[in-house]
T-cell receptor, first 111, second 112 residues
C-alpha cells in the first residue's frame, strides 16, 4: 500500500500567499522527498530531507520532518502563478531504495 | 546530458497484445524504477533495480516484467495488455540515496 498521504488534497490561494502542504507516512524512513508535477508532465525533484534532519530550506521552499509523528510539511512562501502544480511527498524506507508516493496535493495559485 | 528518456510517449494497444516501454538514462545512475500513475491513486511502484542484473518487485508488479542488462537501460514489458493497464508510466533514476530521483516525461498507454 502507499506509504504517504498528503493533506489537503487540493489548495487554492492567491499570488503572494504562503502554501502549506502536509504529508503523513506509515513506516520508518531513510529520507523523505517532495516532488512537483505540472499538468501532463513528469515529476521534478524539489527537496530531500533525511530522517535525522528536522528542517531544510531551498529558495522559497521550507520542509520540516517530525519522525515521532511520521509527518512532514512543505511550505512555499510568496507563491506565484507558476507554482500551480501537483505536489507529492515520497519516502524511501530503511529497507528499500525506491520511492513510495502519496496521492498528492493539487495547488492552484491565482494571480 | 539527456537525462531519462522514455519511448514511446503515447501508445494504444489492443487487449492481449504485448509491448515494451523503453527507458534509458545517460547519467550512470545505479537505481532505476518504474511507476504507474492513475487518477486519484498517485504513483505506484511497479518494479525497481539497484544495478545491472538486479531487479525487484514493487507494489503492483503483476502483468509486467523488467530486466536490467546494462546500467543505462531498464525496459518494462507488458506481457498481455489488459484495460486495467491503461495508465501513464514513468521511469526514474537516482545516483545514490542522498539524491532525489530524475523522472522521464512519461508514456501514456491506452489499452482497448
Amino acid at each position: 500500500s502507499q506509504q504517504g498521504e498528503e493533506d489537503p488534497q487540493a489548495l487554492s490561494i492567491q499570488e503572494g500567499e504562503n502554501a502549506t502542504m502536509n504529508c503523513s507516512y506509515k513506516t520508518s524512513i531513510n529520507n523523505l522527498q517532495w516532488y512537483r508535477q505540472n499538468s501532463g508532465r513528469g515529476l521534478v525533484h524539489l527537496i530531500l530531507i533525511r530522517s535525522n534532519e528536522r528542517e531544510k530550506h531551498s529558495g522559497r521552499l521550507r520542509v520540516t520532518l517530525d519522525t515521532s509523528k511520521k509527518s512532514s510539511s512543505l511550505l512555499i512562501t510568496a507563491s506565484r502563478a507558476a507554482d500551480t502544480a501537483s505536489y507529492f511527498c515520497a519516502t524511501v524506507t530503511n529497507s528499500g531504495y525506491a520511492l513510495n508516493f502519496g496521492k498528492g496535493t493539487s495547488l492552484l495559485v491565482t494571480p | 546530458n539527456a537525462g531519462v528518456t522514455q519511448t514511446p510517449k503515447f501508445q494504444v494497444l489492443k487487449t492481449g497484445q504485448s509491448m515494451t516501454l523503453q527507458c534509458a538514462q545517460d547519467m550512470n545512475h545505479e537505481y532505476m524504477s518504474w511507476y504507474r500513475q492513475d487518477p486519484g491513486m498517485g504513483l505506484r511502484l511497479i518494479h525497481y533495480s539497484v544495478g545491472a542484473g538486479i531487479t525487484d518487485q514493487g507494489e503492483v508488479p503483476n502483468g509486467y516484467n523488467v530486466s536490467r542488462s546494462t546500467t543505462e537501460d531498464f525496459p518494462l514489458r507488458l506481457l498481455s495488455a489488459a484495460p486495467s493497464q491503461t495508465s501513464v508510466y514513468f521511469c526514474a533514476s537516482m545516483r545514490s540515496l542522498s539524491d532525489g530521483y530524475t523522472f522521464g516525461s512519461g508514456t501514456r498507454l491506452t489499452v482497448v
